[in-house]
């Protein structure tokens, strides 16, 4: 795939999309790292159903704190791995609260010290609530940059690697955003709908699908 293709690609998605974000629902830096740590192994709608009632008792990491670990699995108990969540998220507001004056830091660095938050999340994170241009590179992402092969790789590393250097400066800070949701809704795992997808011409994917 060449630089052209991959430019068109964004176009499409960028006219099809023009303000693409999270569909996990926050109102703060902490609300959506606590959410993104969440959303390990969860769906984000399940996320978004349990933070509804989380984020109304423990808005901020002092609140958190003051809720627990225990009070904290009462409300997160419907997602995987959640015992193993909770702990994670107390330690992080413990840390938030003493090194950070309860605010998350704006620096990768910072955040990967937190405990459950590996670069994936750092990168949503610095991405989505500090608007950087940085880009995440999850399941969804890796499947869409393989298949398409806009920016082919063996591990989650490499293919950032290559869509840092493969996609155009102007759409880089939305870039994370479009490749998700195309993956999640029309470049799905099993039988993608390449009937329906507006990038299909541009497709380098030798199985395609006729699946609206």
């Known amino acids: 795939m060449n630089a052209r293709q991959r430019r068109e690609i964004f176009e499409r998605l960028r006219r099809a999309n023009p303000n693409p974000t999270t569909e996990l629902h926050y109102r703060s830096p902490f609300q959506l790292l606590v959410a993104v740590m969440l959303s390990a192994q969860a769906t984000d709608k399940g996320v978004n159903k349990a933070t509804a009632g989380l984020f109304k ?9 003051k809720l627990g670990e225990e ?7 419907t997602i995987g791995l959640y015992n193993t969540k909770a702990r994670n998220i107390i330690r992080t507001c413990e840390i938030l609260v003493e090194k950070h004056r309860g605010q998350v830091p704006a620096d990768r660095a910072a955040l990967e010290a937190l405990p459950g938050v590996g670069r994936k999340t750092a990168n949503v994170i610095l991405n989505t609530a500090f608007g950087q ?40 800070q939305d870039a994370h955003h479009w490749l998700i949701l195309h993956g999640r809704y029309t470049c799905v795992a099993r039988k993608p709908r390449c009937g329906s997808c507006i990038i299909e011409d541009l497709c380098e994917y030798k199985d395609k699908t006729t699946g609206e």
Do not use: S
Request: glycine letters at 6%.
């Open 57 to 65: 008792v423990a808005p901020t990491p002092k609140a958190m704190l």
């Open 71 to 77: 009070g904290l699995k009462r409300h997160i108990k």
């Open 133 to 172: 241009p940085t880009i995440a590179v999850d399941t969804h992402i890796f499947r869409v940059c393989n298949r398409t092969g806009l920016a082919p790789g063996k591990t989650v590393r490499e293919v950032e690697k290559k869509l840092l250097k493969a996609v155009p400066e102007e759409f880089r």
